[in-house]
Nanobody, 130 residues
Framework: QVQLVQSGGGTVQVGGSLRLSCAAV????????MGWFRQAPGKEREFVIG?????????RVEDSVKGRFTISSDNAKNTVYLQMDSLKPEETAIYYC??????????????????????WGQGTQVTVSS
């Protein structure tokens, strides 16, 4: 049974930073796709950033977070991180990590497709106060 356990999050002021963690329990992170998504109040869940690890890392980043959000991994800890800098009030949302094994797909566009993910974290609240 694979579980994704999220940690981090909380409340930060505008312009501040937070780091979210997503630990995989029940499997080793080796050749995988991990995505981060968020759902703001009253809105649909949307893609934020993702990584495909085949030994080589390929990432995909949503335009609004480019230059401010980064994704990284520590495979020894079976954990993927989302570093968020220069946060904005409109980025207040529940953030989710998600995992799949579809590493052979071409390109990185498919990292945005939620239905391709097999496992989801429990979600963590990020609040950006102005």
């Amino acid at each position: 049974q694979v579980q994704l356990v999220q940690s981090g999050g909380g409340t930060v002021q505008v312009g501040g930073s937070l780091r979210l963690s997503c630990a995989a329990v029940g499997r080793t992170l080796n050749r995988y796709v991990m995505g981060w998504f968020r759902q703001a109040p009253g809105k649909e869940r949307e893609f934020v950033i993702g990584i495909r690890d085949t030994g080589e890392h390929r990432t995909r980043v949503e335009d609004s977070v480019k230059g401010r959000f980064t994704i990284s991994s520590d495979n020894a800890k079976n954990t993927v991180y989302l570093q968020m800098d220069s946060l904005k009030p409109e980025e207040t949302a529940i953030y989710y990590c998600a995992l799949n094994d579809r590493t052979s797909y071409a390109g990185t566009y498919y990292l945005e497709i939620q239905s391709l993910y097999d496992y989801w974290g429990q979600g963590t609240q990020v609040t950006v106060s102005s």
